[in-house]
């Protein structure tokens, strides 16, 4: 079974940087698994921050940005403000219509 | 404007079945892949089931097998998931998502605003 994993929480400073990431158990994650990360805050829908490793969805400002680090997946958040304070998952892709989400990232700023 | 708006929630009891709906409008329904995603209380996201463009080929999560089937109805603009032997584990948010296909992959680029099933006796 394929598990993805996620930082269960992190913490950052208003204007500050942090990387939050994204790890497959049976290997490497590559832009082959076409990571995507949405935002989530409670009681609302998820929104669709970056698809495809790297593209930002439409209206999402350039201080989210999403990469491949080593072996995982990654978004940074450049100069993080209070609204940022969500939920963060990422999903690969594993083909055949199968997608995958890790277990979610509570990201604060403090 | 994209929408998406799921129906069909409520309390079942252990053992019931249900059918969820979700209806689209904003974009050509028919051109689109679509999926179920579901949030248990306090947990995280867990997709669930996903349906290609036409409805000819759907694909299921390994915790729902056997007992939900995704469906559409293009002339409709219309997604549904059947649930059927419902347990406790399956009390959760159930979002409707708009899938795009992008250079070979797939993502979720629109969500609706969700409906809960409750699954107690």
């Known amino acids: 079974q394929t598990v993805v994993t996620q930082e269960p929480s992190f913490s950052v400073s208003p204007g500050g940087t942090v990387t939050l990431t994204c790890a497959l158990s049976s290997g490497s994650v590559s832009t082959s698994y076409y990571p995507s990360w949405y935002q989530q805050t409670p009681g609302q829908a998820p929104r669709t921050l970056i698809y495809s490793t790297s593209t930002r969805s439409s209206g999402v400002p350039d201080r989210f940005s999403g990469s491949i680090l080593g072996d995982t997946a990654a978004l940074t958040i450049t100069g993080a403000q209070a609204d940022d304070e969500s939920d963060y998952y990422c999903v690969l892709y594993m083909g055949s219509g199968i997608s995958v989400f890790g277990g979610g990232t509570k990201l604060a700023v403090l | 404007e994209v929408q998406l708006v799921e129906s069909g929630g409520g309390f079942i009891e252990p053992g019931g079945s249900l059918r969820l709906s979700c209806a689209a409008s904003?974009?050509?329904?028919?051109?689109?892949?679509m999926s179920w995603v579901r949030q248990a209380p306090g947990k995280g996201l867990e997709w669930v089931s996903g349906i290609s463009a036409s409805g000819g080929g759907a694909y299921n999560a390994d915790s729902v097998k056997g007992r939900f089937t995704i469906s559409r109805d293009n002339s409709k603009d219309t997604l549904y998931l059947q649930m059927n032997g419902l347990g406790a584990e399956d009390t959760a948010v159930y979002y409707c998502a708009k899938g795009r296909q992008w250079l070979g992959g797939y993502y979720f680029d629109y969500w609706g605003q969700g409906t809960l099933v409750t699954v107690s006796s």
């Open positions: 904003g974009f050509t329904f028919r051109n689109y892949a």
